[in-house]
Nanobody, 125 residues
Framework: VQLVESGGGLVQAGGSLSLSCVFS????????MGWFLQAPGKEREFVAA????????AYADSVKGRFTISRDNAKNTVYLRMNSLKPEDTAVYSC???????????????????WGQGTQVTVSS
């Protein structure tokens, strides 16, 4: 399985960005997908997750109401739409894939089997 993120960049506070993660090398529809961030010198943090069917979605409290996760199973792609960005959102954002039999959206990194390389998001004040 390979995951390739894109869409990161530099944006002013209050702006928006859309991240994409393309999945290949497996059957996308049997994987839950998640987005995580890691800021310099800090631990990896959960951002959002979506179940295999898209019927179960979870968000970190810090992004609720601002970020939206979605998936297109026909395109093997998961998206993260980020609105009202803040300087504290600055980090490397990575997508991850979790092979599981249930239709859940886990929020802990250890649940995920595969990780992308990440894309940098920088929000200026």
């Amino acid at each position: 399985v390979q995951l390739v993120e894109s869409g990161g960049g530099l944006v002013q506070a209050g702006g928006s960005l859309s991240l994409s993660c393309v999945f290949s090398g497996g059957t996308f529809t049997i994987y839950a997908m998640g987005w995580f961030l890691q800021a310099p010198g800090k631990e990896r943090e959960f951002v959002a997750a979506i179940s295999r069917s898209g019927g179960s979605i979870a968000y970190a409290d810090s992004v609720k109401g601002r970020f939206t996760i979605s998936r297109d199973n026909a395109k093997n792609t998961v998206y993260l739409r980020m609105n009202s960005l803040k300087p504290e959102d600055t980090a490397v954002y990575s997508c991850a894939a979790d092979l599981r039999t249930s239709d859940r959206a886990p929020s802990y990194p250890s649940a995920y089997n595969y990780w992308g390389q990440g894309t940098q998001v920088t929000v200026s004040s």
